[in-house]
């Protein structure tokens, strides 16, 4: 891989990570499963491996395709997305106050109201389609702007250049040192390498859940934070890697790293799909609404389509009949499957709001699609007979 031409993304995701082995010159990298590693005579470590909660070559290698896929100089993984959301809240200065969207992940949501809120974080709730409201909800001690697009599950669409430029002039606002600055991070579980490029539109963090399109196969937990550039902050998620330990296991890293090498493939497909989806359900009769930034009506298309290579392969919908109609339709699927998460190779159907805690704002009539990469005509019959069911009342 060298030379000064950037190599497309295909290329990079089949070698990234994927040196032959120096020991039995194998093109499949080995698994490293020791925890611990010999030390020289003189007490050194030769091959800069000393303990796998800190370091691990199988790890090593899925961090550094991370951070190359993204374009950026490193990456930390987690044992989970949301042990990678945690790490970089948790890297805050004491004392910090953050921006969030108002849909935003469950998962996010309880984190900061039920562990990290009573610690001391100050947390305020903004609808990111409004600049506006970002900027009136900056603080002097805003150090964080976290930015989720499109949202779950309603994939409301943020200008993401447009939150960069309202954190950097609120850190030109004062002599700010890097441990000050308006940091933004974006969770782009939803938008991985090639559907976005969050890097070149100036953030400072990219959050993922691993689990989802990265390995996209349903088949293991993980998560990563990349560092767009060198900050206070990303040091301080490192450590908090180290010294907590929620690190994936060796095998988890070398089956992402074996997802990885499709991982543009299978995008182009989940997006293919998705865009067919969403025309279908737009036409029918029994759908009251589509939320897919790919649509002429989505109030974020534009945005969407300036930031983004593609609107994605995820998608939500309400039903006419309310609540029952979406429990009815999600019942009579056949071909897809009822299941919480996404970005895999199957297609999900979600009954969204009854997941979610208690008070949550997701409409009772949506249902969240995790469009895979089957045939999109087999999808949409398969919906088709569902919302049939549904419209006549009757069970699967």
Same mark, same amino acid.
């Given at each position: 891989?060298?030379?000064?031409?950037?190599?497309?993304?295909?290329?990079?995701?089949?070698?990234?990570?994927?040196?032959?082995?120096?020991?039995?010159?194998?093109?499949?990298?080995?698994?490293?499963?020791?925890?611990?590693?010999?030390?020289?005579? &003189?007490?050194?470590?030769?091959?800069?491996?000393?303990?796998?909660?800190?370091?691990?070559?199988?790890? +090593?290698?899925?961090?550094?395709?991370?951070?190359?896929?993204?374009?950026?100089?490193?990456?930390?993984?987690?044992?989970?997305?949301?042990?990678?959301?945690?790490?970089?809240?948790?890297?805050?200065?004491?004392?910090?106050?953050?921006?969030?969207?108002?849909?935003?992940?469950?998962?996010?949501?309880?984190?900061?109201?039920?562990?990290?809120?009573?610690?001391?974080?100050?947390?305020?709730?903004?609808?990111?389609?409004?600049?506006?409201?970002?900027?009136?909800?900056?603080?002097?001690?805003?150090?964080?702007?976290?930015?989720?697009?499109?949202?779950?599950?309603?994939?409301?669409?943020?200008?993401?250049?447009?939150?960069?430029?309202?954190?950097?002039?609120?850190?030109?606002?004062?002599?700010?040192?890097?441990?000050?600055?308006?940091?933004?991070?974006?969770?782009?579980?939803?938008?991985?390498?090639?559907?976005?490029?969050?890097?070149?539109?100036?953030?400072?963090?990219?959050?993922?859940?691993?689990?989802?399109?990265?390995?996209?196969?349903?088949?293991?937990?993980?998560?990563?934070?990349?560092?767009?550039?060198?900050?206070?902050?990303?040091?301080?998620?490192?450590?908090?890697?180290?010294?907590?330990?929620?690190?994936?296991?060796?095998?988890?890293?070398?089956?992402?790293?074996?997802?990885?090498?499709?991982?543009? +493939?299978?995008?182009?497909?989940?997006?293919?799909?998705?865009?067919?989806?969403?025309?279908?359900?737009?036409?029918?009769?029994?759908?009251?609404?589509?939320?897919?930034?790919?649509?002429?009506? +989505?109030?974020?298309?534009?945005?969407?389509?300036?930031?983004?290579?593609?609107?994605?392969?995820?998608?939500?919908?309400?039903?006419?009949?309310?609540?029952?109609?979406?429990?009815?339709?999600?019942?009579?699927?056949?071909?897809?499957?009822?299941?919480?998460?996404?970005?895999?190779?199957?297609?999900?159907?979600? +009954?969204?709001?009854?997941?979610?805690?208690?008070?949550?704002?997701?409409?009772?009539?949506?249902?969240?699609?995790?469009?895979?990469?089957?045939?999109?005509? &087999?999808?949409?019959?398969?919906?088709?007979?569902?919302?049939?069911?549904?419209?006549?009342?009757?069970?699967?």
């Amino acid at each position: 891989m060298s030379g000064a031409r950037r190599l497309h993304p295909e290329t990079l995701a089949v070698h990234l990570g994927l040196e032959p082995d120096a020991a039995t010159g194998a093109i499949t990298p080995p698994i490293h499963l020791s925890t611990t590693f010999e030390r020289a005579a &003189d007490g050194s470590y030769p091959h800069g491996y000393v303990y796998s909660r800190s370091e691990n070559p199988t790890r +090593h290698a899925l961090e550094r395709a991370l951070a190359l896929l993204q374009g950026a100089p490193e990456a930390a993984a987690f044992a989970s997305g949301s042990a990678a959301v945690a790490a970089v809240f948790r890297a805050l200065p004491a004392g910090s106050h953050v921006v969030v969207p108002r849909d935003l992940y469950h998962g996010v949501r309880v984190l900061l109201r039920e562990h990290l809120e009573p610690a001391g974080l100050q947390v305020s709730e903004v609808d990111q389609r409004d600049l506006g409201a970002i900027e009136a909800a900056l603080t002097e001690h805003t150090r964080l702007i976290w930015v989720e697009t499109p949202s779950n599950p309603m994939l409301h669409v943020t200008d993401v250049a447009g939150v960069v430029a309202l954190a950097r002039r609120q850190g030109q606002r004062a002599d700010r040192s890097d441990d000050a600055r308006v940091l933004v991070a974006l969770d782009a579980t939803w938008t991985p390498p090639t559907w976005a490029d969050p890097v070149a539109l100036g953030v400072d963090l990219v959050v993922h859940a691993t689990t989802k399109y990265l390995a996209g196969h349903s088949d293991v937990l993980g998560g990563a934070v990349v560092a767009a550039r060198p900050s206070a902050a990303f040091a301080r998620v490192r450590a908090i890697q180290m010294h907590e330990g929620a690190v994936p296991s060796p095998f988890e890293c070398w089956l992402t790293l074996r997802g990885l090498r499709t991982l543009p +493939h299978r995008l182009r497909a989940h997006a293919t799909n998705a865009a067919a989806l969403a025309a279908f359900l737009s036409a029918h009769a029994a759908v009251s609404a589509v939320h897919y930034p790919g649509l002429a009506e +989505h109030p974020g298309q534009l945005v969407a389509a300036r930031q983004m290579g593609t609107p994605g392969g995820m998608l939500s919908f309400q039903l006419a009949g309310g609540e029952a109609a979406a429990m009815r339709v999600a019942g009579a699927v056949r071909l897809w499957r009822r299941g919480t998460s996404l970005g895999g190779v199957e297609s999900l159907i979600e +009954h969204r709001a009854s997941i979610e805690p208690a008070g949550t704002a997701t409409p009772r009539d949506l249902l969240r699609l995790s469009v895979g990469i089957e045939h999109h005509e &087999d999808l949409i019959e398969d919906l088709a007979q569902a919302l049939e069911q549904a419209q006549e009342g009757g069970p699967a």
